[in-house]
Structure formats: C-alpha cells, structure tokens
C-alpha cells in the first residue's frame, strides 16, 4: 500500500533537456536497435572466434552469454558486476540506519522503499553475473572473505537525516554518471540490467535532492543539517570515480572492450559540472574554495579529492570498513538456520511428491 | 463468508451524525497495529536470512505502513483537532498509543517474526475483509485495499511456519518456541467491543480456521496456556514500546514545527 507519493520539485535534477534518464533512454533505445538489426548469424565452423568477438564488440553489437569471449574479458565482467552488486547489499546498511528514525511517515516510507530497491538491484546484478558462469553463493562468499570489494563511499558514517539526502544527491548522482555509460556496455545482460538500474536511481537520486532541498529551506538548524552532509560527502563522492587516470589499473583494457566508454577523470568533470548548478538550487555550498568556472575548458575547475584516503578507504582502514563486513557477516551467520531448514523442507516435500507420483 | 457482519458498523455510522466521534478510537487502535508492526518488519532491513526476505518483509513494512498513514490520516479527521498523520505518529507518548502487545514484542529470531506475522495477518486479514462491507465509506476502502496485502502477509508468514516447524531439528525447535511465546499475544487481538465498527471478538472463528491447520501441517502444537496479556488497546504497553517510540520519534521531536 505504498505508491509513488514523491512529488518532485520544479527543480529536480532531471528534468532538464539530455539529463542522464535522457541518456538512459537512448542507450535503451540503441539496444533496442541493435537487437532488431541482428547480428550476423554465429561464427562460420573455421572462424577465428576472437576475431568474431572483435567483429561483434565493434559493431556495437551485443556479446551474450551463450558467446565465446576472451577468458579476461569474462573475469573483468565478473569482478565488476559483482563489485556492483555487492555495493548494493552494503549500501543499504548506510541508509538502512535512518529508516527507524526517519521524521515523517512519508519519508520513512519513501527510504524503506528505496533501500528495498537496493536490495532487489543487488539480486539483479548477482542474476547478471550468474550468466558468465559463477553462482551467487560463490560470489556472496567472496564478499564475506574479503576476496571482492565493494564501493568505498559505503564505508562513510551517516551521521544525520541530512546524510539520507546527501546520499541520494551525491553518491546516487555519482553512481548514476559512472553507470549511465553502463548501459551501452558490450556485455549484453549487463547493458541491460543497467538500464534498469539507472532508472530507479535516477529516480533515487531526485529523492535525496529533494530531502536537500527541503532542509536547506526549512530551519536555520536544518540548513546547517544540510551543508554538514554536503561538507562530509562531497570529497568521497568525487573518489567514488576512482583514481585519477594515469592511476587507473582497469581503464585501457575495459575502454577496448566497450565495458568502460570514459575515463574516470572525464566522469568526474561531467559529475562536478551537474553539481554545482544543482547546489545554486539547493541552497547549499559545496565545500571547495578553488572551485570556479574555467572558460578555456568549458567546465568548472575542482580541488581533487584525497586519493590517499580513498587507497586507505580501499585497503579497509575507512571508518566503517569493519562494521559494514561485521553486520553483513553477522546478518549471513544468524539466516544459516533458516536457510538450511527452507531447504530441508523443500526436500521433504519433493520426496513427498514422488512417493505420491 | 458469514462471519462478517457489518450491521454495527452501519449503527454506528448512522450514530456519529450526532457529533460523536465514532470510530476514532477503532481506527486509531487500527492505525496504531500497523505502524507499530511497520517498525518492527523494518528492522529487519540488511538482516534478513536471504536477500529475497530483505525484500519481501521491507514489502510487508511497507505494505502496514501505508495502511497506518491512512488509517492516521482519517483518525485524525474523525477527532477533528487538526492532527495529521504526523502528529499523531511522533507526538503522542506510549501512553496514547492503542496497538496491542503483540506488534511491538521486540523481533527476537526470525521465527518469533514469523510467528507474530503469521498471527496478525490471520486477524488482520478477516478484519480488513469486515471493514471492506462497513458502512463507513473510508474504513471500507482501506480496508478492501488493506485485505489484499494482509491475504499476502499470511501466505508469506505461513510458508515460514510450515517450513521452520517441518524444516530440520533446530528450526522446529526455535518455530515451536516462537509459538510458545508468542501464543498468548494473540489473545488480546479478539477482545471484544461491541461498539466498534468491527467487533474484534467475531473474528476469532477465522484465525482459528487459518492458524489450526498451518501449526498442525507444521508439526508444531497450539500451546494450552491460559496467560493472555493485554492491556495495549487501554494504552498499558510492555516496556518495550517506550523505546521503540524513543527511537521512532527523535528527530521529529528534536525540531518541533520543522517540514521534512
């Protein structure tokens, strides 16, 4: 009994002509149009399979699951998709922490459901990575080893309300730029999972502004609310691009490949140039006193944030590293009864229905 | 289904023309079960066994939310004092609330979760269904929203029994338990008050045609014991409301007048 009861203001992020759910939609729009091109029917029985790989990826066709392709190509998808999706089973835990105290019944509602959503776009992405041949149980189990990371932002406290819409502004705003290309990803099930998770946190993000907007007009103790979040989240959310590019370990083999389609440093700049007309609206400062319009460039010039802290953050010495694994350990030990008794009696009823067959 | 009489609710609704405030106190109580279960399912938010039951019990938080945010809202319009859903969900003291015990019992293991699931949604699902045919145009179209949900909340809980109480030894061990404990809450659900729009003591018959079969089919045993503690609908909580509220109205109360 909850519906959509989120009336966005007039100034929401994304309303504006060739916003990122623009770009969304025509990435939508151009899988559509891929598909119904075709590809030419499988490689011939003698054919170099690489070269029909490179054949289909330049074509900006997409690769599927029934495909040959290069073993590090398959890696590379699996380490990222699961990194994804393990950032959306840790990211609820940030914003889980203000369901109980949310102020009005409509926020609570609104931030269960969107934490919810995480949860679902978490299982969506495990489906997504399943396709390349590694079971979600492995990859929950790599999680919970520490073998595979997830994103770093996650590791940040939410101190106030205030962070609830700093989240949403900044780090679904952020998360939204790095994916938006996702969806034109040559990877099939990944394009296309993508799609639909840049749509909700489209949808995310507006919310999150909107919990900004409305601190940053309302009281003088809610104003201050509102920038402290800002003054937290803003360096962590410029890392949340990774490191500068010359830095980056991923970029050039994933660029080939059409997994990535920009540098880190060119989302950045795109992220900060959204930023600062939408902080105006808002009414709240970003915490940068370099920051300033370079007409050379034609895009604003930044402070960079601190890539020694993101590589401390990274390698698991943030502020909540530990118990962001502890409460996903904890949470994983205390269902094992409970796992193993639904099994337990979905065997019970299968020998049930063969004695009866 | 014969149980569901509604002819109360059409007496009283033809009463309130007189300027008695009716059925504020049922839609409170009403209003009050659901926000307070909302609480509690939410806690399970990154703790549930399986991410599928993340999601499934953040539906059924969000599901008894909304009910409680319309229920509220009307409560608020039949007192005609000017509280919206708000006030009255972050400014009143445990002492004003009237949900019943077993809704603000703290989770314990997801079996005592799924045990208080199971039997609210058995009570709620024949009370919803009630409201549906009452004469109160606003109780029936919560309630014809609400039964959908509650049918929902009751398959979702009784697969949970049957599968802990027939699942293996440590999981029958704990569903039996959770029964054992949880049991004696159910009591209160059923007090009867002949007044209200839905006297809760006629939908006793339909809880026991639901929860008989699924605890036998569990293998688990209806307890015997006569304890029935209640108190809730008078606003005499167990001591564990108190806190869930501290925590559920902070903010709220720590910026009085603000907008969210």
């Known amino acids: 009994m909850y519906g959509n009861d989120f009336s966005a203001p007039n100034s929401a992020p994304d309303e504006a002509p060739g916003g990122l759910l623009g770009e969304v939609e025509a990435a939508e729009a151009e899988l559509r149009a891929a598909a119904a091109r075709g590809r030419r029917g499988g490689p011939a029985p003698d054919e170099d399979l690489a070269a029909y790989f490179a054949e289909v990826v330049d074509a900006e066709q997409k690769i599927e699951p029934r495909d040959w392709m290069p073993d590090a190509y398959r890696r590379t998808l699996i380490r990222q998709i699961a990194q994804h999706a393990h950032s959306e089973i840790i990211g609820m835990q940030p914003e889980g922490n203000w369901i109980s105290r949310a102020p009005s019944l409509k926020r609570k509602a609104i931030l269960l459901a969107k934490v919810q959503d995480e949860a679902g776009h978490g299982l969506y992405l495990y ?31 939410t101190l106030s309300w205030a962070d609830v819409g700093a989240i949403g502004w900044l780090v679904d705003g952020a998360a939204i730029v790095n994916q938006v290309p996702l969806c034109r990803c040559s990877y099939g099930p990944y394009a296309r999972a993508m799609i639909r998770v840049c749509k909700e946190e489209s949808f995310h993000q507006r919310q999150g502004y909107e919990i900004l907007h409305t601190l940053a007009h309302g009281t003088p103790e809610q104003h201050a609310m509102a920038q402290d ?33 920009f540098s880190n440093d060119d989302l950045r700049q795109r992220f900060v140039d959204m930023c600062v007309q939408q902080a105006e609206i808002l009414g709240v400062r970003i ?48 269902g094992s009864w409970v796992r193993e008794a639904a099994a337990a009696y979905a065997a019970k009823r299968t020998n049930k229905e063969k004695v009866a067959a | ?34 926000l307070i279960a909302a609480q509690r399912l939410a806690e399970w938010t990154t703790r549930a066994p399986e991410m599928e039951e993340d999601i499934a019990l953040a539906n059924i938080a969000l599901d008894q939310l909304g009910a409680a945010r319309l229920l ?12 919206d859903e708000d006030a009255l969900a972050y400014l009143r003291d445990d002492r004003q ?11 314990g293991d997801f079996a005592v979760t799924m045990a208080k699931l199971f039997f609210l949604a058995a009570y709620q699902l024949p009370l919803y269904t009630a409201l549906a ?11 014809g929203k609400a039964r959908k949900e509650s049918a929902y909340h009751l398959d979702h809980g009784a697969l949970w029994v049957k599968r802990l109480g027939d699942g293996t030894e440590e999981s029958h061990r704990r569903m039996q338990a959770a029964v054992d404990h949880v049991w004696p809450y159910t009591h209160e659900l059923f007090a009867a008050d002949p007044a209200a ?31 029935a503690p209640a108190g809730g609908r008078a606003g005499v909580h167990s001591e564990h409301l108190a806190y869930l509220l501290a925590e559920m109205q902070v903010l709220h109360r720590a910026h009085p007048g603000a907008k969210w």
């Open chain 1, 229 to 261: 979040a800002v003054d937290r989240w803003w360096y962590p959310s410029l890392a949340m691009f990774g490191p500068p590019d010359g830095d980056s370990t991923h970029s050039t083999q994933s660029m080939a490949w059409k997994i990535k389609r």
């Open chain 2, 72 to 83: 509220l809202s009307y409560a608020g319009e039949l007192e005609g004092a000017g509280r």
């Open chain 1, 287 to 334: 915490p940068d006193d370099d920051l300033r319009w370079n007409d050379e460039r034609q895009a604003y010039d930044y402070t960079q944030p601190d890539y020694d802290e993101l590589m401390r953050v990274i390698s698991g010495d943030g502020p909540c590293n530990r118990e962001r694994m502890a409460h996903r350990r904890a949470a994983h030990a205390d």
């Open chain 2, 97 to 107: 609330f009237r949900n019943v015990l077993l809704v603000e019992l703290p989770n």
């Open chain 2, 197 to 227: 729009p839905v006297d809760p003591a006629t939908l006793r018959p339909a809880f026991d045609e639901v929860v008989g079969p699924v605890l036998a089919e569990a293998t688990l045993t209806r307890p015997g014991s006569a304890w």
């Open chain 1, 127 to 157: 489906a997504a990575a399943e396709t390349l041949g590694i079971s979600r149980d492995e990859l929950v189990q790599l999680l919970l080893d520490g073998r595979q990371k997830y994103s770093s932002i996650f590791n940040y406290p």
């Open chain 2, 133 to 143: 045919g009452c004469a109160d145009e606003r109780l029936a179209a919560i309630g």
């Open chain 2, 1 to 34: 289904m014969g149980w569901l009489t509604c002819e109360r609710a059409n007496q009283s609704a033809q009463q309130r023309g007189d300027g008695v405030n009716g059925p504020f106190d049922f839609t409170l109580a009403l209003a009050d079960d659901a």
